[in-house]
């Protein structure tokens, strides 16, 4: 959609498959011809017995935990030389209980570095172990959007824009597909909150605007820039239709509209039909098998499901097997492997040092003095530390370094500690020192949501007692997102840390020291409470009913008029950056428009700046005031200036048509506002756009005989008795959002308060 001068290219492109020798029983192992020869080749000699084995796993609900193995494992057939297909979480690194990995940055904090670049890096790590650990199908990236604050999955976001989540998927599919693995991109779609998920009740009521502008967008730069090969279905029903059974975003949009040509899995225990799934475009069933497997079989058999049905799901699996060499070059890890290396470490504390945003830095109180002496306070600096959100994301670090031993390495000058239980205590250890600097943390996980966005009383209270013994009072929050802050005022400093890491520490001490100058932009806008949040009624969130529609994260505020604490895109530096010299347009024959400004570091340090362009359409449009369209992040030394150059295509300026089903560009004058942030967009320029034309196909009509809903009653019940195991499962899933997951292990070696 919007192409940037300069973009970082991942470096990858594909795998190339060694020159195997080709076996005589299985040709199509190391040939050179096309993968369609060779899915060709193969579907011809699978029996139908052999291809139901190939649509579905072979695993139970223990197994998705069990270290010992794989989320979800699709069986080798070894007559034709097909190798097993290991799935495994998790979007932060290798999950599933696995040790010997790498803990990194949770992706919201990747999110927040605005850098492409990094992202390839972060998709590098990722591929790299789970290879090391035999898994060669990687359960990422997630593409929904923070779409509330209190979603229990925030973290394990790109953010709340479909732009910048676009664009930092792709150079992550690109890195996971480029080490020879299978990425697999989700939760398809509209899938932004725990409550209820997996049952009726949580039930996504989204109009086609919305989903087409909001929610799917980053899953079609997924398919047409990253080429993914895999996409899991989410846990919500859409519009009454379960995800996993939806025709139309399976059939009409995902593999019509986009044109993708991988496969479609279920999320785990997300099946509510076995014939009205495999019709409305579901490919493979996970993590056991009795939807696809007896059930789909008996659909078959009676018709219910077509012969060529199933074997364009195996094509579809096949396909990327062989595009990505997991025939010739098959993963040799196991689930026990050490993966974790320095250079991955390294990789950590550069994502938690570019993804941590300073948002607020009054009177100078950071950097801190190289050899004054400072308090750290806070339980959360030490054994409360959280590296990892809990749920299928969870990464176990094999040691996290704790705020207080990263800044006890660096300090020049004396470090003490409290952990903060006698309020009291803390304040006094915090008068002595020239600056306190107090740690805390809030909880989030998959299968539950927040109730609040409010930090603990005791922590709220913690930090109002020591800001009002030392007014040098610095506050790192340790949050899954965004958090109300009633003591704001009284601190001078403020970072958001988000979930950092194993490198926590490291990464921590070098931005309060000014090693590393604070960068990072938040992906997601801080409210000043629940009362300002876009889905704040009940009805919108858990309700699920989408009624705020285009108005999703700073599009809201925008449109309301209403001042967040801080915005999206917002976060400061420990030097000044300014913006000039905007130029936009004219329209050129090919549609696109060509924008340039001059970013200069007006300070004395070096450091990067986020040059954040936004769009505002013609009213007739129906838009939000602002859309982000594009990003580019400079390095500048002091006094330096470069020029930051944007190509806006035609769709870039487009909105959807419901009635058309398509994108259109309408003719009219659009706003181009460059800045630092969604509210700080001093520069603007007007494009006029002559004439009104169509930028995509519509969306195609549902295939013949796909379904409109579920199974049929009669099929339901025959689904119950046939895997009455799964049933139970998928009713699990809906209860434990009730009940939610326990902070799990941030650590095999657990970090001690000193
Ligand atoms: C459920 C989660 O929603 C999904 O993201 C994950 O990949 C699977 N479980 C497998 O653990």
């Known amino acids: 959609m919007l192409a940037v001068a300069g973009l970082v290219a991942s470096g990858v492109t594909g795998a190339t498959a060694s020159a195997a020798p080709v076996d005589e029983a299985c040709p199509w192992v190391g040939s050179t011809a096309p993968v369609e020869h060779r899915v060709d080749q193969v579907l011809s000699r699978l029996t139908q017995a052999e291809k139901l084995g190939l649509v579905h796993g072979s695993g139970g609900l223990?197994?998705?935990?069990?270290?010992?193995?794989?989320?979800?494992?699709?069986?080798?057939?070894?007559?034709?030389?097909?190798?097993?297909?290991?799935?495994?979480?998790?979007?932060?690194?290798?999950?599933?209980?696995?040790?010997?990995?790498?803990?990194?940055?949770?992706?919201?904090?990747?999110?927040?570095?605005?850098?492409?670049?990094?992202?390839?890096?972060?998709?590098?790590?990722?591929?790299?172990?789970?290879?090391?650990?035999?898994?060669?199908?990687?359960?990422?990236?997630?593409?929904?959007?923070?779409?509330?604050?209190?979603?229990?999955?925030?973290?394990?976001?790109?953010?709340?824009?479909?732009?910048?989540?676009?664009?930092?998927?792709?150079?992550?599919?690109?890195?996971?597909?480029?080490?020879?693995?299978?990425?697999?991109?989700?939760?398809?779609?509209?899938?932004?909150?725990?409550?209820?998920?997996?049952?009726?009740?949580?039930?996504?009521?989204?109009?086609?605007?919305?989903?087409?502008?909001?929610?799917?967008?980053?899953?079609?730069?997924?398919?047409?820039?990253?080429?993914?090969?895999?996409?899991?279905?989410?846990?919500?029903?859409?519009?009454?239709?379960?995800?996993?059974?939806?025709?139309?975003?399976?059939?009409?949009?995902?593999?019509?509209?986009?044109?993708?040509?991988?496969?479609?899995?279920?999320?785990?225990?997300?099946?509510?039909?076995?014939?009205?799934?495999?019709?409305?475009?579901?490919?493979?069933?996970?993590?056991?098998?009795?939807?696809?497997?007896?059930?789909?079989?008996?659909?078959?058999?009676?018709?219910?499901?077509?012969?060529?049905?199933?074997?364009?799901?195996?094509?579809?699996?096949?396909?990327?097997?062989?595009?990505?060499?997991?025939?010739?070059?098959?993963?040799?890890?196991?689930?026990?492997?050490?993966?974790?290396?320095?250079?991955?470490?390294?990789?950590?504390?550069?994502?938690?040092?570019?993804?941590?945003?300073?948002?607020?830095?009054?009177?100078?109180?950071?950097?801190?003095?190289?050899?004054?002496?400072?308090?750290?306070?806070?339980?959360?600096?030490?054994?409360?530390?959280?590296?990892?959100?809990?749920?299928?994301?969870?990464?176990?670090?094999?040691s996290i370094v704790t705020p207080y031993q990263g800044i006890a390495a660096r300090a020049g000058g004396q470090v003490s500690f409290d952990d903060g239980g006698d309020r009291a205590r803390a304040a006094s250890v915090a008068k002595a020192a020239g600056t306190a600097v107090v740690f805390v943390a809030k909880w989030s996980s998959e299968s539950k949501d927040n109730g609040d966005i409010a930090l603990s009383d005791a922590d709220n209270k913690l930090i109002e007692a020591v800001s009002a013994a030392n007014p040098n009072t610095v506050v790192v929050l340790n949050t899954g997102g965004p958090v109300t802050m009633p003591w704001l005022n009284q601190v001078r400093g403020v970072f958001a840390a988000w979930y950092p890491g194993q490198e926590y520490g490291n990464a921590i001490a070098s931005l309060l020291y000014g090693d590393t100058n604070p960068s990072a932009k938040l992906p997601i806008t801080f409210p000043t409470g629940l009362d300002q949040v876009p889905a704040k009624d009940f009805a919108r969130f858990p309700g699920g009913q989408y009624s705020e529609g285009l108005a999703v994260g700073y599009r809201w505020y925008d449109q309301q008029k209403l001042n967040p604490l801080f915005p999206f895109g917002f976060g400061l530096s420990y030097t000044d950056f300014s913006v000039a010299g905007l130029t936009a347009g004219p329209v050129a024959a090919d549609g696109t428009v060509s924008v340039g400004v001059d970013v200069t570091n007006t300070g004395t340090r070096a450091g990067a700046e986020v040059a954040q362009l936004y769009l505002s359409h013609p009213a007739s449009d129906g838009e939000p005031p602002r859309l982000l369209k594009g990003f580019e992040k400079v390095q500048l030394n002091p006094g330096e200036t470069k020029r930051v150059r944007f190509t806006l295509d035609a769709r870039a300026f487009s909105h959807w048509d419901s009635t058309l089903h398509q994108w259109i560009r309408s003719a009219g004058d659009y706003t181009v506002s460059v800045g630092d942030s969604s509210r700080h967009l001093p520069l603007t320029s007007s494009v006029r756009v002559p004439t009104t034309i169509a930028t995509s196909v519509p969306t195609p009509p549902a295939p013949q005989g796909a379904p409109t809903g579920g199974d049929s009653v009669s099929g339901i019940l025959a689904n119950l008795v046939s895997c009455p195991d799964e049933a139970l499962f998928t009713g699990l899933t809906g209860l434990t959002s009730l009940l939610g997951l326990p902070p799990g292990p941030q650590a095999t070696i657990p970090p001690a308060n000193p």
């Open 62 to 398: 223990l197994d998705v935990l069990n270290p010992t193995t794989y989320a979800g494992i699709v069986k080798a057939f070894p007559r034709l030389c097909i190798p097993q297909l290991s799935l495994s979480d998790g979007t932060a690194g290798v999950g599933g209980g696995k040790t010997g990995v790498t803990q990194l940055p949770a992706p919201n904090s990747l999110a927040a570095a605005w850098d492409r670049g990094l992202a390839a890096e972060y998709g590098d790590v990722v591929s790299a172990e789970m290879r090391g650990k035999g898994a060669n199908v990687a359960l990422g990236p997630t593409l929904d959007l923070a779409r509330d604050p209190r979603a229990g999955r925030s973290y394990e976001t790109l953010g709340e824009d479909p732009e910048l989540t676009g664009a930092l998927a792709v150079p992550q599919i690109r890195a996971i597909q480029g080490n020879g693995l299978i990425a697999q991109a989700k939760h398809l779609a509209a899938y932004n909150q725990e409550a209820l998920r997996d049952t009726p009740l949580g039930n996504a009521v989204v109009d086609e605007r919305t989903l087409q502008e909001i929610y799917l967008p980053a899953f079609e730069d997924a398919v047409r820039d990253g080429d993914v090969d895999s996409v899991m279905c989410g846990y919500n029903f859409v519009n009454g239709v379960h995800a996993c059974n939806n025709t139309y975003l399976l059939s009409q949009v995902l593999k019509g509209q986009f044109g993708f040509d991988g496969f479609v899995t279920s999320d785990w225990f997300a099946m509510h039909a076995s014939v009205a799934a495999a019709n409305a475009g579901l490919d493979m069933q996970m993590p056991g098998s009795c939807y696809f497997g007896t059930r789909l079989k008996a659909g078959l058999d009676a018709g219910q499901v077509r012969a060529s049905r199933l074997d364009d799901m195996v094509r579809r699996i096949l396909r990327p097997m062989f595009a990505r060499g997991i025939f010739e070059n098959p993963v040799t890890g196991t689930p026990d492997a050490v993966v974790t290396s320095p250079a991955h470490a390294a990789v950590a504390r550069g994502v938690a040092e570019q993804g941590t945003v300073l948002l607020k830095n009054e009177q100078n109180v950071l950097p801190l003095p190289a050899s004054g002496s400072v308090a750290v306070i806070g339980n959360a600096a030490g054994a409360g530390v959280l590296g990892s959100g809990g749920g299928s994301a969870h990464v176990l670090a094999p």
